[in-house]
Each structure stands twice: as structure tokens, then as C-alpha cells.
């Protein structure tokens, strides 16, 4: 008879042999407006190396499922909109030799490409096969030429993924070097600039080495980059290398860094020695997902499309922010450096507090980086890329992320007396307006823009843009604001915040009318009078407009701190749910999504992330399962067109892992929301030998998901919200039995609104 102790071990090697990569679709929103990036990656990564591909549209991730591939880049962004951004370091293979490399070589495709984590192959209409893996901070390429034919690798050093949206955000190449050495290895740097957030002049440096001798080496360049010999290029002109080989198959290691050439060739060589190969590559790449993400959550759960859904949403959310610990060009730290925050408008609702969760370690890391970013740079990023914070559009949301970490607990090796004060200038102190020009009247770059109007009038006034969506984020921000200098005892200041958090109540108005409803956030004058407001109409819903990406219908129910003033507002818990429940109706928005039915809902805008399970707030936990399982099961998908909008640097997917695990979080408080968990069981590692089981018994079939009692704990929960104390701190136990019917299980106190 074997003891506990064998068994035990027997279950944890076996667990460790589990290959969760196998279920991951790297394709999965890659078309469709999801924009996520399919190519080879780690977690946090900084190599992100794939395609870049050609068609006459923006590529915001370098893939395309159609158009001519003109590089194979070792930078990019994941999931992001507004416009592509890097795209730099890039090579790309010809047949032969090639006569003018600034003809911008391409081709098109002659299959589809293909993809698993760690790996991506295309095969070119020339005949070439390109195959491609990542360490961290380095890429392998592998390329396989027709059979008897020279190939060439032309590494292009102003290559840019660029913009064709005509606002003015397209990348620059602004200059280079390059030099080929002795020995046949490369190195050099490209300086760019622009791109979504408008940063300014920034450069990357790269070293490149091959595992066959070239036949032919040479430099080239334009204009004041014309070489002076053929193993140096450098100026503002375009410029690059090409290397020719008789070889079938070719190995091109390249590494990158933000600091120096000599840096990129460190890390090259310590990330791919020389005679790796790619499969080895491959598999330590899987290995790293498998170990630090994708068996964060394991289940029993069989079905195909349901696995795939759970470990490829993991995949997805874990792409960004990037770890550039070591790499900050702009300052010696001691503390961690994440970039590639894009952004937290998107972030704040789900991916941060469910990355609190699945990596607290990571979390805590990126607390202290962006604490680090205030002590450097002056303020808190909302959006940050290139080392460059922007752009922010609406509130200072990186104070919803510190407030959600001190209300949980994050300590560690946070400074939060910095934070602290870090928030505080958030809150009163005005940017320098960076005159950005699609909203000139205040700062898009980082902080409050509208604090003067949001101070002295207590909302914000039709002389500032997105003046009433930012009016509820500033509320939302105050209210972390709150959260932090109450539990630090910061009494006066806790006081003051949560009062101005109740502002966005001066934009309601009680006589704005739609479909029958009274009482909707308007735009008001410099003087305080409200502006006439179709709640159905946002204009452009853009930069310039008064509600960013988002109707005013939707932004009535943003004030996720003050619900029960909003249920009040909107005629009590009765008309609070038919409201709710028109919001879900099909053709109610006559300009709305047709993939959606022209519903107000829209599933592809974080506004209204939380808008399904806010029924909670009017005792109808019944209505929350029902409209969030409809919205998970009816625009998620595993396809291409997987997602029902920009993926946003994982948003998309952690809503969807949210409502897997049957809990909504409310950023900034302690409070989660439930619903009901998908599968029969799921574990999450919470670390430091704690977990959270999620068990449910009942049909739990696509209709027969509502709760007919939940114990937590083991202990009868009559409630429709759960705080960060009883399943997440020390771990804990969920369990769901569930039915077709509704029941009144949940009989107790409604969920907190604590600034009502």
C-alpha cells in the first residue's frame, strides 16, 4: 500500500507533466478588431517576434491574416488599438541576391501560417520557410531556402509597422547605425518615434549573429546613410544590412536592449548560445508558460472548446505589460521596470485585479514600477510605451491599480508612502497641457488634464473634452484616493476625497429622457447649465466629444463605488432593472453594433465591463448569471474573430476568465460580485500555498447556471458578493449547486456602495 506522502508526489509529477500549452489558439482574436499578436513570446516578454504584414490597414500587433509579409520584427505590442506601434529590428528573407534592399521587399503567402506557443512558421510564395522562437530578451529565426538556390536576409533597420488612419500617429524612423564585424555578427541601433501615445526620439539597440558563414555581406543605406564601405552604415536616411548565403537552412539569432549594442550581445548570448536549437527553444518557451501562468488555473473540466477558451484567455492576458526590468535607458533603479502599459483605461475593471491574483509577484513588481515611474518622470502613467507615458483617456486610473493593491493587501517592498503622495498629485496637480491634436484643451500625456473645472466647479465643464466620461473616472479615482488615506489614517484627506468622489453626481441629469427612462449623465456649460443630450448619442464618442468610446446611457452606470445612489437616481430597484434589461435589448441603439444586435450593451467596450452582474445591486443575482453567461457565450469564441473588440492588452480575455471563475471584481474595494463558475471544478493558485476552489454540482449547462445555493467555506452564504477576505487572502473554498430555475438564495445584505 503506498502512503500519502508517495501519492502526493505521484499527483504533483504528474501535474508538473500536464502540457497546458496544447490548448492555447495563438490565433484567437487575431482578426476581427481583437489585434492580438499570434507570434512568439514568453511571459512579460520583451522579444515579442513575428510578422509584419502588409495590406493597406493598420497591422497593430504586425499580423494580418491577409496582405504581403515584408518583416519578421522582434518588437511588438499585443491586442492594442488607436495605432501600431514598434514593428523595429526586423529582417526579412529573398530568394538570391537582391539588387535594391529599399525596395522594401515582400510576399505574400503560400498557406496560412501557423502557430503554437512558442513557435511560428509561415512559408513564403517564394518557397522560403520562415520559423521563428523567443527567449525573453532575444529571437531565433530559422529559414529554409528553395533546394540549390542562394538566399538572402536583408535586416532593414528603418522598418516600422506604420499607421494608415491619417491622425497623425504613424511612426518614424528618425536614424540608425548598423555595422557588420569581423567575425560576420552585426550590431547597430534605430532611433523612432510617434506612434499611439506620440512619443518622442527613442532607440533600440540589436546584435545579430548567424550559424553559417556568409557569402556576401554588405551595408546599405540613402541619402546621408550612403556607406562609406560596405561593413558600416549610419545617419537619418534609411539604412540596413544584407547577407547572403549558399546554405539551405539558416539560423539567425538576434538579441535586443534599450541600453546598448554590447548589452543586446550579452543578452544574446546567455538567451540562444550559438547551436541552440529552435525546437529546444521551443519547448524551454512552452515550459515558462506552462510553469508561471497556464497552471495557475487548473480544472476537470473536458471539453475542447471550453479548455481552450480558459488557457489561451491566460495566454493572452499575460503578453503585456512588458518586463524591462534592468532595461530603462532613462534612469538606474533598484526597483522593477514595466513598460507597455496600454493602457490602464482598459486594464483597471479586470486584467489588474485578476493579474493580482494569478501573479502576485508580478503585481507587486509592477505597483513598485509604476511608483518609480512617479519618482521619476513626475507622474503615474495611465498609458506608457517606449518608456513614454501616454496617452490617457480619461482619469488617472493607475490610482484605481494602487488603491485595489492596499485595499488587498500589498505590501512587500512597495514604497506606499510614495504611492501616496504620487496619488495626491494626481489629484491636485494640473499637467502641462502637451497639446495634443485631437484634444488640444488639456493634457493627454498623463494626470488630470481637467482638474481645474473638476477643483473649483465639482464637474467638469463643456470648455474640457470628454469632459462627462472623465468627470465619472476622476470620480472613480477620488474614491481610490479615499480607500488609501482612510486605511493609512489619513482622516482629513479620506474625508475630502470621498466627497469629491460623489461629484459625478453634478452631471446628472433627472430630465435627460430615453426609451422611457429619466435621469442620464449630461454635459454641462461653464455655468452650470446642462446641455441638451440625446443619452443614445455620443457624437463621435471619440478624443473631441464629451463621452469617450461610450454613450451616455452607458456611463450613467459607471459609478461603481456609489451604486446605490445610482439605483436611487434611476427610479429604484424595479426601473433600475428594466433599465438594465433594455440595455440588453436587441435594435434599442439605432447606430449600435449589427455583431451585437444593436444593443446599448456593447461586450467589446470596458465601460461596460461590469454592466451584466450590476443586477446584484437590485436583488436580482439571477439576472446577472443570465445576461453575463449570454454575453461570454455568444461573442467569445476560439476562432480568429474570437473576441468582440481589442483585446487591450489581455481586458478582453480576463472578463472572460472572470465570469469562468463566477466573480466580477470592483476595483478600488474589496467587494466581488458572483455569478456562477463554469466547470464541475477549478483550482486557482494563489500562491505561497494557498488556493481557491471553485466547485459547482447541478446541470451547469448552457441555461441551467443559475445558483440555488453557494456555501463558502463550507458555510451557507446567503449574499450576492464575496469580499477579498474570504477566498483570496488565505485561500478558500467556493461551492455552487446550480439549476435551471431561479431561487432566492441570496436573501442578505445587498452589495456595498460606500460612498452612497
Known amino acids: 500500500m503506498y502512503g500519502l506522502a508517495f501519492l502526493l508526489c505521484l499527483a504533483a509529477v504528474v501535474d508538473a507533466q500536464v502540457d497546458y500549452t496544447q490548448h492555447v489558439r495563438p490565433f484567437l482574436g487575431t482578426a476581427g478588431g481583437g489585434n492580438m499578436f499570434p507570434g512568439v513570446a514568453r511571459p512579460f516578454g520583451m522579444a515579442k ?101 542562394q538566399g538572402t536576409i536583408v535586416v532593414d533597420v528603418s522598418h516600422v509597422l506604420p499607421s494608415f488612419r491619417g491622425q497623425g500617429l504613424g511612426q518614424k524612423y528618425s536614424k540608425g547605425s548598423i555595422s557588420i564585424l569581423q567575425d560576420g555578427h552585426y550590431e547597430g541601433s534605430g532611433t523612432y518615434n510617434n506612434g499611439w501615445n506620440r512619443s518622442p526620439d527613442w532607440t533600440v539597440y ?8 556568409a557569402a556576401e555581406s554588405k551595408t546599405f543605406g540613402e541619402g546621408n546613410a550612403v556607406p562609406s564601405n560596405p561593413r558600416s552604415a549610419s545617419g537619418t536616411g534609411r539604412l540596413g544590412a544584407t547577407f547572403t548565403f549558399n546554405q539551405k537552412t539558416v539560423k539567425s539569432r538576434v538579441g535586443i536592449s534599450w541600453i546598448s549594442a554590447a548589452k543586446a ?43 481552450q477558451l480558459l488557457y489561451t484567455a491566460l495566454y493572452g492576458m499575460h503578453l503585456m505589460p512588458t518586463n524591462r526590468t534592468g532595461e530603462n535607458p532613462k534612469w538606474q533603479s533598484s526597483e522593477p521596470y514595466y513598460d ?46 517606449s518608456n513614454f507615458n501616454g496617452r490617457t483617456q480619461g482619469g488617472s486610473n493607475a490610482d484605481n491599480v494602487l488603491a485595489d493593491a492596499y485595499v488587498k493587501g500589498v505590501r512587500g517592498k512597495v514604497n506606499w508612502a510614495d504611492g501616496y503622495k504620487a496619488m495626491v498629485k494626481d489629484a491636485e496637480v494640473t499637467p502641462a497641457n502637451n497639446n495634443d491634436p485631437m ?66 453626481r453634478n452631471h446628472w441629469d433627472p430630465k435627460a429622457t430615453a426609451l422611457g427612462f429619466s435621469g442620464f449623465l449630461v454635459p454641462k456649460s461653464p455655468t452650470g447649465v446642462f446641455s441638451t443630450q440625446n443619452p443614445l448619442s455620443c457624437g463621435g464618442c471619440y478624443w473631441g466629444d464629451a463621452y469617450y468610446q461610450g454613450l451616455p446611457w452607458e456611463y450613467s452606470f459607471t459609478a461603481l463605488h456609489d451604486m446605490k445612489t445610482i439605483v436611487q437616481l434611476s427610479g429604484g430597484a424595479a426601473k433600475f432593472v428594466s433599465r438594465l434589461d433594455t440595455s440588453f435589448k436587441p435594435n434599442q ?31 436580482r443575482q439571477d439576472l446577472s448569471v443570465e445576461r453575463s453567461r449570454f454575453v461570454a457565450k455568444s461573442y467569445y469564441n476560439t476562432g480568429a474573430s474570437g473576441l468582440p473588440g481589442n483585446s487591450d492588452a489581455g481586458a478582453m480575455q480576463s472578463w472572460l476568465l472572470w465570469n469562468m471563475i463566477g466573480l466580477y471584481p470592483l476595483t478600488g ?70 439549476g435551471e430555475q431561479r431561487k432566492d438564495w441570496a436573501t442578505g445584505a445587498l452589495p456595498p456602495s460606500p460612498a452612497s
Not at 270 to 296: F, H, M
Not at 443 to 460: Q, V
Not at 677 to 698: A, D, E, Q
Request: a positive charge; hydrophobic letters at 35%.
Open 206 to 213: 540589436f546584435c545579430g549573429r548567424f550559424d553559417q558563414a
Open 589 to 619: 441603439h439605432p447606430n449600435g453594433d449589427a455583431r451585437f444586435d444593436k444593443t446599448i450593451f456593447n461586450p467589446g467596450n470596458e465601460p461596460d465591463f461590469a454592466m451584466p452582474y450590476l443586477y446584484n445591486f437590485a436583488g
Open 439 to 504: 484634444a488640444r484643451d488639456s493634457s493627454t500625456k498623463e494626470g488630470r488634464g481637467a482638474l481645474p473645472d473638476w477643483k473649483s466647479k465639482g464637474f467638469i465643464s463643456t470648455s474640457y473634452s470628454r469632459a462627462v466620461s472623465r468627470a465619472v473616472e476622476y470620480a472613480g479615482n477620488d474614491f481610490a484616493l479615499h480607500q488609501v488615506a482612510r486605511l493609512r489614517g489619513e482622516t482629513q484627506d479620506a474625508g475630502k476625497y470621498l466627497a469629491a468622489s460623489r461629484n459625478w
Open 265 to 307: 550581445c550579452q543578452t544574446l548570448g546567455s538567451e540562444i548560445p550559438a547551436n541552440t536549437q529552435l525546437q529546444s527553444l521551443v519547448k524551454a518557451t512552452q515550459k515558462r508558460w506552462n510553469d508561471q501562468v497556464l497552471s495557475k488555473i487548473t480544472t476537470t473540466e473536458t471539453n475542447p472548446t471550453n479548455l
Open 49 to 149: 517576434l513575428g510578422p509584419d504584414v502588409y495590406n493597406g490597414a493598420d497591422a497593430y500587433s504586425g499580423y494580418l491574416p491577409t496582405g504581403d509579409v515584408n518583416g519578421y520584427s522582434m518588437m511588438h505590442v499585443s491586442g492594442t488599438g488607436g495605432a501600431p506601434k514598434y514593428g523595429t529590428v526586423s529582417q526579412f528573407p529573398v530568394v538570391g541576391k537582391i539588387s535594391n534592399p529599399l525596395s522594401s521587399p515582400s510576399s505574400s503567402r503560400a498557406s496560412a501560417d501557423q502557430a503554437e506557443v512558442g513557435y511560428y512558421k509561415s512559408t513564403l510564395s517564394t518557397g522560403i520557410t520562415v520559423e521563428l522562437a523567443a527567449s525573453d530578451r532575444s529571437g531565433l529565426y530559422q529559414y529554409t531556402f528553395p533546394t540549390g538556390k
Open 669 to 738: 474595494q474589496t467587494t466581488f460580485l458572483i455569478a456562477s463558475p463554469w466547470f464541475r471544478s477549478m483550482t486557482i493558485n494563489l500562491g505561497g500555498g494557498k488556493k481557491l476552489t471553485v466547485t459547482s454540482t447541478g446541470p451547469n449547462s448552457t441555461t441551467a447556471n443559475k445558483v440555488q445555493s453557494l456555501k463558502v467555506n463550507g458555510q451557507t452564504w446567503n449574499k450576492s458578493w464575496l469580499v477579498w477576505s474570504d477566498v483570496f487572502a488565505n485561500g478558500g473554498t467556493m461551492a455552487f449547486v446550480l
Open 340 to 385: 507597455d502599459i496600454v493602457t490602464y483605461w482598459d486594464l483597471f475593471r479586470s486584467q489588474t485585479p485578476l493579474m493580482h491574483i494569478l501573479q502576485p509577484a508580478a503585481y507587486e513588481e509592477q505597483i513598485r514600477s509604476l511608483i518609480d515611474i512617479w519618482r521619476r518622470d513626475g507622474y503615474l502613467p495611465d498609458g506608457r510605451s
